[in-house]
T-cell receptor, first 116, second 114 residues
């Protein structure tokens, strides 16, 4: 069946530009997560949605980062006024529900953002 | 939050077993031990999880020490496709908001030699 998809797969932005990264979770998955992975590092949590509600945004590094999931399915991560330190792979994951430690998260392939 | 410690890298020969250690000496009694792996240029994927007892599935086995301060992921016969970064992750019990997210460390990079 279809997994988590992300678009675009690669994005090059000039410093100061705004970017929008899209995530299509697995159909019916209630929970959606965004992670940031710098080169050579493990992924780091950014934010979490349960349906359309953003329940945890403690990992967003600055107010330039904004995420939404208005209808409880597709999510968009927006980065305003991109900086070079924003260069990373942005991973989206979804799960059936997020409140149990049993529920595995299914990850998309990521969007590689390069800020010049 | 309890932390995990893993070796940076390990090498194995194809079709031989691989034992990946993880230390989590500050684990709480209700933390679950999860393993994910990340193949090159892909997102992480779930491998296995456990609480106290050893666990087996089609991908791997998880051996948990009696005091739960360490665990070992066992790949019984490594293939070239198993070359990846393996992450040992502790997850808090349900009902706590922190349990929703995965906290990755640096992981162990596994190289499988043909």
């Amino acid at each position: 069946g279809a997994g988590v998809s992300q678009s675009p797969r690669y994005k090059v932005a000039k410093r100061g530009q705004d970017v929008a990264l899209r995530c299509d979770p697995i159909s019916g998955h209630v929970s959606l997560f965004w992670y940031q992975q710098a080169l050579g590092q493990g992924p780091e949590f950014l934010t979490y949605f349960q349906n359309e509600a953003q329940l945890d945004k403690s990992g967003l590094p600055s107010d330039r980062f904004f995420a939404e999931r208005p209808e409880g399915s597709v999510s968009t991560l927006k980065i305003q006024r991109t900086q070079q330190e924003d260069s990373a792979v942005y991973l989206c994951a979804s799960s059936v529900q997020g409140v149990s430690p049993y529920n595995e998260q299914f990850f998309g392939p990521g969007t590689r953002l390069t800020v010049l | 939050d309890a932390k995990t410690t893993q070796p940076n890298s390990m090498e194995s020969n194809e079709e031989e077993p691989v034992h990946l250690p993880c230390n989590h000496s500050t684990i709480s009694g209700t933390d679950y031990i999860h393993w994910y792996r990340q193949l090159p240029s892909q997102g992480p994927e779930y491998v296995i999880h456990g609480l106290t007892s050893n666990v087996n599935n089609r991908m791997a086995s998880l051996a948990i020490a009696e005091d739960r301060k360490s665990s070992t992921l066992i790949l019984h016969r490594a293939t070239l496709r198993d070359a990846a970064v393996y992450y040992c992750i502790l997850r808090v019990p349900p009902g706590k908001a922190a349990g929703n997210k995965l906290t990755f460390g640096g992981g162990t990079r596994v190289l499988v030699k043909p």
